[in-house]
């Protein structure tokens, strides 16, 4: 069965302070993905990220970056700089890739605030 | 225009009413899937559809039906909703040619059962 914990619920940091979202998950496939996803207040969920659990290299998107280590089984992400804009609950995701294994197993999400 | 939409965006209902939350896509992909969305648990998965003739129950499926009118259309029943049954709901949609399940999500349907 898969897994995927997020134990921070809820997370406040100042404006421009920089901020991690720790996510750990278990699996037993050997190829999996993994994905970040954000919700804002307005509520729709918005895609941020997917991984290959065969690329470990850390990725930035401006402000944002992963760290996917295999070795810890955790994928966490970090908003540099943060602002305002980046309030919102952050969901992190995780799919097998064996027919009938696809389905993404959500983690309860981390709601990050972030403080004028 | 959005590309996953969802009606009603927001439903009040009495116990015991039949509602139909209605899914369409113009990403023209093969799977979609509907998720409850509650406070602290997350999203689970309810039904899934990975092309017009297969429908699949998910995590939750007790209390709901689901139809796939079309590959653009998917649509959740609750045949006789109950309180336990407020919650935020989302349609998403998957490309069966990507060997990767990256999932988009609808805006969400806001239900309440009283």
């Known amino acids: 069965a898969q897994k995927v914990t997020q134990a921070q619920t809820e997370i406040s940091v100042v404006e421009k302070e920089d901020v991690t979202l720790d996510c750990v998950y278990e699996t037993r496939d050997t190829t999996y993905y993994l994905f970040w996803y954000k919700q804002p207040p307005s509520g729709e969920l918005v895609f941020l990220i997917r991984r290959n659990s065969f690329d470990e290299q850390n990725e930035i998107s401006g402000r944002y970056s992963w760290n996917f280590q295999k070795s810890t089984s955790s994928f966490n992400f970090t908003i540099t700089a943060s602002q305002v804009v980046d309030s919102a609950v952050y969901f992190c995701?995780?799919?097998?890739?064996?027919?009938?294994?696809?389905?993404?197993?959500f983690g309860t999400g981390t709601r990050l605030t972030i403080i004028p | 225009d959005a590309d996953v939409t969802q009606t009603p965006r927001n439903r009040i209902t009495k116990t015991g009413k039949r509602i139909m939350l209605e899914c369409s896509q113009t990403k023209g992909h093969d799977r979609m899937y509907w998720y409850r969305q509650d406070p602290g648990l997350g999203l689970r998965l309810i039904y899934y559809?990975?092309?017009?003739?297969?429908?699949n129950k998910g995590e939750i499926s007790d209390g709901y039906s689901v139809s796939r009118q079309a590959q653009a259309k998917f649509s959740l029943s609750l045949e006789s909703a109950i309180p336990n049954q407020t919650a935020l709901y989302f349609c998403?949609?998957?490309?069966?040619?990507?060997?990767?399940?990256?999932?988009?999500f609808g805006p969400g349907t806001r239900l309440t059962v009283l």
């Open positions: 559809s990975f092309d017009v003739k297969d429908i």
């Open positions: 998403a949609t998957s490309d069966l040619g990507d060997l990767v399940d990256t999932q988009y």
């Open positions: 995701a995780l799919s097998g890739t064996n027919f009938g294994n696809e389905k993404l197993t």
